[in-house]
């Protein structure tokens, strides 16, 4: 076996790293430990990491591998934000770059190129997260539209409208003229 005669991080760590994810060593499983969980507030599919999602990931990441040493059954809880209206944003001028218009097509042809989109970009984060070696436990990923999350949304916005605090009213709201939306 040769030595390199540099260090090279990338491939060391991503070494380790994979050794970890193999390991389940960042897996969370409940038991009579006290629990630790943090729920990454989930990064936008529409993008990249940019520094405030580094400094939140290493922050998020120091507290909960801290957690772990003092015996805590800690839980770090990846996922992302569905980011409906930058979503649309970026559906809507990959379309226009293709020569279609949003109002060409139906609602479900439009989502069906939104789900596209999301297919294609949505993983990208989570990716680099890795590559950070962010310890979250993998198994657990969320998606701010998964059904279980939707029900909960659904359900949530059924009470407070039953409760009165969802209503119509008369007001001024933000209109795009571009999207065509509010």
């Known amino acids: 076996m040769e030595i390199p005669s540099k ?46 999602h580094m400094l939140n990931v290493t922050i998020q990441d120091v507290l909960v591998r801290r957690a772990r ?47 596209e989109w999301t297919h294609k970009h949505g993983g990208i984060i989570l990716e680099q997260l890795k590559e950070l070696g962010a310890s979250c436990d993998w198994d657990r990923t969320t998606f701010t539209l998964d059904p279980i999350r939707s029900e909960s949304v659904l359900k949530a916005f059924n009470t407070l409208h039953k409760q009165g605090h969802v209503y119509r009213g008369l007001r001024m709201v933000n209109w795009d003229p571009e999207a065509q939306t509010s």
């Not at 193999?22 to 409940?30: N, T, V």
């Not at 770090?76 to 109002?103: C, F, Y």
Request: with cysteine; proline share 8%; charged share 25%.
């Open 7 to 52: 260090y090279a991080p990338r491939e060391v760590e991503k070494q380790w790293y994979q050794a970890w994810l193999d390991q389940k060593a960042f897996a969370s499983k409940p038991d009579n430990r006290p629990a630790y969980t943090i729920v990454i507030p989930p990064p936008n599919v529409t993008g990249v990491l940019h520094m405030g």
């Open 69 to 115: 040493m003092k015996g805590f059954n800690a839980c770090w809880v990846p996922g992302t934000d569905h980011a409906s209206i930058a979503t649309e944003a970026k559906v809507v001028q990959k379309l226009r770059e293709s020569g279609v218009k949003k109002s060409d097509l139906s609602r479900e042809e439009f989502l069906e190129h939104a789900w």
